[in-house]
């Protein structure tokens, strides 16, 4: 080993001396066990039973207890036991049920002693009381527990669990009649020895087995407790009800716990699969180990301290057919790896900062600037010097940063996020709904942000007359917003000389266009503009004839009937405003489409508010033939970016889900997956459950998409015999019926189902909504009165 620290410690007249060391073994170890002097270990499994003599620098085999030509069963041990008060007594748990003691105090090759065949399934474990030599406690897979008394052939008690397995029996360590069970239904039992006909107390430690358990080596009322569930917990039964003090969340099934002896808050434990390490925690400390031993390279199965009085040696055996002595000082700390500073965010936007001392006392000197509200707290501990690490014992400060109330209100996000709509509607109506909803929370920029993805996305027609914005005259058909644009933008040869020739006094009307077109884009007010006050060329600029006609020309050979139908119009400027004549509009609406219309009469025809055409809505047209759809993608994504770098990620997912794939395309899966878990947090954080959900559901994400059916979990029992479903089908493994029978149609609920809490009849959600519209009945015909809110 490269670990070459050697240890010696005084216990009493003995003297332990050691260094960190292994050996490999025949077979895979189940469990070990150490005699009381410390000199000497006990390696049990299916196909190992040996005893190893400690030495100080190997371990030396000194015994192998499978003797025989056939070995039985009775040498296959899941447990094995060194009595604390005589060192040749030893007891085995038997993978076949049965609990065999030895004595190594036979002159014999087999130093098997007695056999107890009272269970009927394999024995979990095994347990001699710690003061009384001939008591023996053992539990079994089959539920039950019994205490032997060595100098007579059966058992002289035996305690029923009412449940399916006994994973760990204890003796207490102070109380002379008290031991603790722990079971496969995650409950814990402790009973007196004096009554097996019930156990004096019973509570539920974990969520699903509870696989070891330990009695505190110092304080009497300290129980610890593992389970699959990946946590350590440990248990005040001073009081009448059992009470969890400490609790350490682990990375794995937890298989063994010990106490280390002298050292109250300390516990090591090993893992059931997937972590081969050793851990040794300090309860009050539970977020990071204080020790761990990672010479294992297979599942850790057995652990025990090597005295009772020395808290620096450790022994272990695993399933990769070793077993070792750790030395303390040789762990690693997982501390020396870890992240000395923390920062976080309340929700009311106060800054929390906490570093080592040294850092903050450092910057004691800093002048205070304006507005600093900082209020620094420090959490210290004196200095214990019976605790080996010094970084447990070290100060550390948090540092407070408070945020004004009134500017930390996060109000207007709960608002937006209740307010917000991202689906059901058309793209139009969704843009315009945010963008009211932002203004009224004077949140001026979203607001105009979502005017200005309304007028880039919508097209001529989605639009309802209610969302309108500006109208042309008062006879005009009225202008939607989104269909405005700034003519500046138009490219070169559109409506140019390439097409017509146009006079001087024609680009002098057209620069008064361009302003009045920029003049409606800027107009956020919805200010209606009267027909006399707009120039005349903007009413009246290519507009003749029908508008699918006007695209479809032949700018190379134009015909002749096109040329006298376009050049008259085009030939003069317009010197004076145009005037409505509401009594020519019936007889010259019926030539508007002739292309035998005089000038003077098709200007007319234009200005008819039913069948009126104006620049703007023709120049989107032309917008659109122009230019791709994508083409402003890349400044929405810009903005997206814009938003998410100033923390508004609402924005930004919000605006993802309402363009969906119009912009999905432009942002990737990793940049969207990462706003996304930033809003749901957020929406979480406030317990907007329902709008958090709602995102979920919509996101465009796919990591994100599958959040709802990941955390989902649904235990379904039957109907008729009340036990739980398997995860195979719909019948019931017992009673071989449907789990659940919509009581209308009589099929099974697989869907969306609903029942009634007072009778527990119900079936598919449409067939009982549908049926409590007529009857008040419970469709099953028990008579129950049934309500569906």
């Known amino acids: 080993m490269e670990k070459m620290a050697r240890v010696t410690t005084a216990l009493g007249g003995n003297t332990i001396t050691g260094r960190t060391m292994f050996c490999h073994l025949d077979a895979p170890a189940n469990a070990i066990s150490v005699c009381r002097d410390a000199a000497q270990v006990v390696v049990a499994g299916r196909n190992i039973f040996k005893i190893y003599s400690i030495d100080e620098d190997q371990f030396v085999e000194k015994l192998n207890l499978r003797v025989g030509r056939k070995p039985s069963l009775n040498f296959s041990c899941a447990d094995v036991v060194w009595h604390q008060m005589d060192e040749n007594l030893l007891a085995t748990a038997a993978t076949n049920g049965v609990v065999v003691t030895w004595n190594l105090g036979k002159p014999s090759r087999n130093k098997q002693d007695q056999l107890f065949t009272e269970h009927k399934r394999t024995v979990n474990k095994v347990c001699f009381h710690p003061t009384e030599v001939y008591m023996l406690l053992s539990g079994s897979q089959d539920g039950y527990m019994k205490c032997f008394d060595l100098r007579k052939k059966d058992s002289v ?18 109380d002379y009649f008290t031991f603790a069970a722990t079971f496969e239904n995650g409950n814990v039992q402790l009973w007196d020895i004096r009554r097996p006909d019930r156990y004096e107390r019973m509570f539920t430690a974990h969520n ?101 009085h020395d808290p620096y040696f450790l022994l272990s055996g695993s399933k990769d057919s070793t077993l070792y002595q750790h030395i303390f000082k040789d762990a690693s700390q997982p501390i020396d790896r870890a992240n000395p ?39 210290k501990r004196k200095l214990d010097p019976t605790e080996q690490f010094e970084y447990i014992s070290s ?45 009224e929370l004077d949140r001026d920029q979203v607001a105009q942000t979502w005017t200005m993805l309304r007028i880039i996305y919508s097209s001529p027609g989605t639009v309802p007359s209610a969302n309108l914005n500006h109208s ?41 266009l361009m302003d009045s077109s920029s003049t409606l884009i800027n107009n956020d007010e919805n200010e209606e503009t009267e027909g006399s006050d707009v120039p005349a060329d903007y009413l009246l600029g290519d507009v003749e004839g029908d508008e699918d006609e006007l695209y479809m020309m ?217 049926w409590l519209e007529t009857s008040s009945h419970c469709p099953a015909g028990c008579g129950h009165l049934c309500e569906y809110t």
């Open 472 to 512: 042309l005259g008062k006879g005009s058909t009225s202008l939607p917003l989104m269909n405005s644009f700034n003519l500046k933008d138009i490219p070169s040869g559109i409506g140019n000389e390439s097409r017509l020739e146009r006079s001087k006094g024609d680009s002098r009307s057209e620069n008064i």
């Open 554 to 770: 032949d700018h190379e050979n134009p015909h002749a009937e096109e040329q006298e139908y376009i050049l008259p119009q085009e030939a003069f400027p317009l010197r004076h405003e145009i005037v409505d004549n509401p009594s020519a509009l019936d007889h010259l609406q019926d030539k508007a489409d002739s292309p035998h219309v005089s000038g003077n009469e098709a200007e007319t025809v234009s200005l008819t508010p039913v069948e009126s055409f104006s620049l703007i809505s023709i120049s989107h047209s032309l917008y659109e033939n122009r230019l791709p759809s994508d083409f402003f993608s890349p400044i929405v994504r810009d903005m997206l970016l814009f938003y998410a770098e100033q923390g508004d990620v609402q924005m930004a997912v919000s605006v993802l889900i309402v363009l969906g794939d119009r912009i999905k395309k432009e942002i990737d899966e990793q940049t969207q997956e990462h706003w996304y878990t930033s809003y749901i947090d957020l929406l979480q954080r406030f317990q907007l459950w329902n709008i958090s959900n709602e995102v979920i559901k919509l996101s465009t994400c796919r990591a994100i998409n599958c959040l709802n059916q990941a955390s989902t979990t649904l235990h379904i029992n039957c109907s008729n015999c009340k036990r739980p479903m398997s995860n195979k089908g719909w019948i019931c493994d017992r009673c071989r019926q449907c789990a659940s029978m919509c009581a209308v149609c009589h099929h099974v609920v697989k869907g969306l189902f609903v029942w009634c809490q007072g009778c527990s009849h119900g079936g598919h959600l449409q067939h009982i909504m549908k």
């Open 157 to 174: 008690s035996t305690f029923s669990g009412q449940s399916e397995s006994v994973r760990d029996v204890q003796f207490s360590i102070r």
């Open 341 to 379: 500073e923390g920062l976080c965010y309340s929700l009311f936007g106060d800054l929390a900062f906490a570093a080592k001392e040294s850092l903050i006392s450092s910057d004691s000197n800093r002048k205070p600037y304006i507005g600093d509200r900082r209020h620094p707290i420090f959490f």
């Open 395 to 439: 100060s550390s400060a948090l540092s407070v940063f408070e945020t004004d109330l009134e500017s930390g209100s996060m109000d207007w996000f709960v608002r937006t996020a209740k307010q917000y709509a991202l689906a059901g509607r058309s793209l139009a109506e969704l843009c315009d709904h945010n963008a009211k909803v932002a203004k």
């Open 208 to 308: 699903g087995p509870v696989f070891c358990c330990d009695w505190h080596l110092e304080d009497r009322g300290w129980l610890a407790t593992g389970g699959r569930d990946k946590m350590v917990k440990v248990w005040d039964m001073n009081t009448n009800r059992a009470k969890e003090i400490y609790c350490v969340q682990t990375i794995a099934s937890v298989a063994r716990v010990k106490w280390r002896p002298e050292c109250k808050h300390h516990i090591a434990t090993c893992s059931m699969m997937v972590d081969h390490n050793i851990y040794v925690w300090d309860v009050r400390r539970p977020f990071i180990p204080s020790a761990m031993f990672e010479e294992h390279k297979d599942v850790t199965t057995g652990i025990v301290w090597r005295h009772l």
